[in-house]
């Protein structure tokens, strides 16, 4: 069960859209390419290229858990920009929220 709280540390990977993979190549890649272990109560966080979809990885020092929200069409998450270029960015509790909570419409249809 993916328990996320903002005691929590969170990641955003910015370049990994591949909404195909699950735990062990997301795993993969936090391990290799990015260089990291993850540790209790640390989130990481991937989107879909569309920003309609995106997951939570979560590591609990006994199990992972995957927690995956996808919006409507017509919705989609904001998009995340950052002011350098590293692979992965470490986030806030409150941007995580605002991240989840915040759907764009896409386009709007007034009859």
């Known amino acids: 069960m ?7 540390q969170f990641y955003y990977l910015r370049g990994f859209h591949d909404m195909r993979c699950k735990y062990e190549r997301v795993l993969s890649i936090i391990h290799q390419q ?7 109560g640390d989130v990481f966080i991937v989107m879909s290229k569309d920003h309609r979809l ?4 979560s590591y609990d020092s006994r199990s992972y858990s995957l927690y995956e929200k996808r919006f409507v069409p017509g919705y989609k998450f904001m998009h995340v920009e950052f002011e350098n270029d ?3 960015h470490k986030i806030n509790w409150e941007d995580v929220v605002l991240l989840l909570e915040s759907p764009v419409i896409k386009r709007l249809n007034i009859r």
């Open 2 to 8: 993916l328990s996320i709280t903002g005691l929590n």
């Open 34 to 40: 990015l260089d990291r272990e993850p540790q209790a």
């Open 54 to 57: 995106i997951r939570l990885f």
């Open 86 to 88: 590293l692979p992965v």
